[in-house]
């Protein structure tokens, strides 16, 4: 920046500051370590040390370089030990703290350097400790009392007292990451609203693609689908390798079995099966392909490997039962499900209740058994709860089926109620369930405004299906339509694009495809 005053720590700092909150994570790096170097010049350990740090956080939250966060992290404390000051062993404790070990020793260290930080009026790490104590507790299963510490940093980070931007952004994607981890909707959404104008300030949105990883999390589960690919197109353009890059394309995979493109979801997946964040989207992958084996393959070998908090149990056992039932493996559906229950009774997320009533609905409905009805009303209310439309409406669809055979107008009321929220959140695979069941039913499917495209809307999932490859079975089976309607859309594809056989609709779709449209 010009008319910086390059020779004091301080004024290097402040420059870095600017940069940061401008979006420039490049500049604001190169900045933060003029700043370390000129600090320790100036005999200023604990500021020094405060640039280590934000340096180390720079290079792991930023930009996926772990092992150098560890060495600055490091070479931050080793600062902090010969300071002697009352707050450099407030940072020490944190940093012991982030170490990990035993719960208790943890919580202990954590609520120790809060109370140093009040001691000395050090609001940012005052706010750090109480963030990070809050993740860890959630982590551990503790989500009630991990919450009430993270909703505490946030309302402190949003009266404007925090002024390190790293902690600002850290706590910010700390709460994303609780609030995705537990299927936490309304909590984020009332953060990120209170949040905004801190947000703006700092061009906080303009973090690293962790964080937004993470929010975008949030979206899919608050079915705003077309918001969470922007969050995670940005996350995948900020980050060029490692981990983090990987967790954003389990995501954008996840985001691509639930809008039923399952073949860009499987190009996606490839060479993940390592990764934690890949085992769910690939075993719903495997469900929706119609290969439940693998899918549960999958399942048990995550929930073998040890005890699963229950926000991460609770959806695995959930696609199991699915599996299960398209096996006609009734017992164990029942078995899972009942398992489900138990770890909904365990706690209060109205997520985990809703995935056990959906389960425990499937499985009445299967066995003839039970009150399926009852079960999609809660399940329905439920999500509601948490605003979670799209899961409300599958629920809608299910509850339709109940109805289907007894009370045939009531299910066609449900089920286009349930087209009409997937098709607008962008849930082909379920849209085309629910058009499935109403044409079964005699009622329309589809009452949309005409379009002015060539092809109509089911002539182009039919010529991007044979762009990859599908046989008329098999996108008879992806859109639940006859294979002689499939013939059907096939030829007249054909005869509108002035094509003369499949191969040349292929090419077609693929060259469409790389354009970005059809």
């Known amino acids: 920046m010009e008319g910086v005053n390059s020779d004091s720590g301080s004024a290097l700092e402040a420059a870095a500051r600017q940069w940061h909150a401008e979006g420039d994570y490049a500049g604001a790096l190169a900045g933060y370590e003029d700043a370390f170097t000129q600090y320790q010049a100036e005999g200023q350990t604990e500021a020094a040390a405060r640039a280590a740090r934000t340096i180390g956080w720079f290079r792991g939250w930023v930009f996926g370089e772990w092992a150098i966060y560890q060495g600055w992290s490091t070479r931050a404390e080793s600062l ?98 609780a609030c995705e981890r537990t299927h936490d909707v309304q909590r984020a959404e009332e953060w990120l609203g209170a949040a905004e104008e801190v947000m703006r300030r700092g061009n906080l949105m303009a973090v690293a693609g962790y964080c937004r990883a993470h929010y975008a999390g949030i979206l899919l589960s608050a079915g705003r689908w077309s918001d969470a690919e922007v969050e995670l ?26 809008q039923g493109r399952l073949e860009e979801a499987a190009v996606l997946l490839e060479d993940l099966d390592h990764h934690e964040d890949a085992r769910f989207p690939l075993a719903s992958l495997h469900a929706a392909q119609g290969r439940p084996e693998l899918a549960i393959e999958i399942i048990d070998r995550v929930l073998g490997d040890g005890d699963l908090p229950d926000y991460a149990e609770a959806p695995l056992l959930a696609l199991a039962v699915e599996c299960h039932l398209q096996l006609d493996e009734l017992d164990q559906a029942r078995t899972r499900s009942e ?30 058994e039970g009150d399926a009805r009852a079960c999609w009303h809660q399940a329905m209310t439920l999500y509601g709860e948490v605003r979670m439309p799209v899961e409300v409406a599958r629920a809608r669809l299910e509850l339709a089926r109940a109805l289907a055979a007894h009370r045939p107008t ?54 991007a299906l044979v762009g990859h490859g599908l046989t008329n079975a098999e996108i008879a089976a992806r859109l639940y339509i006859s294979t002689k309607t499939v013939e059907h859309h096939v030829g007249r594809m054909l005869a509108k694009l002035g094509l003369r056989s499949r191969s040349e609709a292929a090419a077609h779709a693929t060259r469409a495809a790389l354009s970005g449209g059809m």
């Not at 551990?140 to 993270?150: F, I, K, N, Q, R």
């Not at 995948?236 to 691509?256: K, M, V």
């Not at 959140?425 to 589809?446: F, I, K, N, Q, T």
């Open 339 to 368: 398992r489900l229950t138990d770890v909904a009774r365990s706690q209060s997320s109205k997520v985990v209740r809703g995935l056990a009533a959906v389960s425990r609905g499937r499985v009445c409905m299967a066995i003839g």
């Open 80 to 177: 902090l030990q010969g300071a002697g000051s009352r707050n450099a062993i407030g940072w020490l404790r944190y940093g012991e703290a982030r170490r990990g070990g035993d719960l208790e020793v943890q919580r202990r260290c954590y609520l120790e350097a809060i109370d140093i930080a009040r001691s000395c009026g050090d609001i940012d790490l005052e706010c750090e400790a109480t963030a990070s104590l809050g993740m860890m507790l959630v982590f551990s299963g503790l989500v009630d009392e991990g919450m009430a510490h993270l909703d505490h940093a946030l309302a402190t980070i949003c009266g404007g007292a925090v002024t390190e931007l790293p902690v600002v952004e850290g706590c910010l994607c700390g709460l994303f990451n």
């Open 410 to 463: 009531v299910a066609i009321a449900e089920a286009t109620a349930a087209l009409t929220a997937l098709e607008s959140h962008g849930a082909a695979r379920a849209a085309d369930e629910a058009a499935a069941l109403l044409r079964s039913l005699g009622a329309p499917a589809r009452t949309g405004p005409k379009r002015r495209t060539t092809l109509t809307k089911r002539e182009e999932e039919v010529l």
């Open 233 to 258: 197109t940005r996350a995948l353009a900020l980050l060029t390798d490692g981990q983090i890059r990987e967790s954003a394309l389990c995501r954008l995979a996840d985001l691509r079995v639930r």
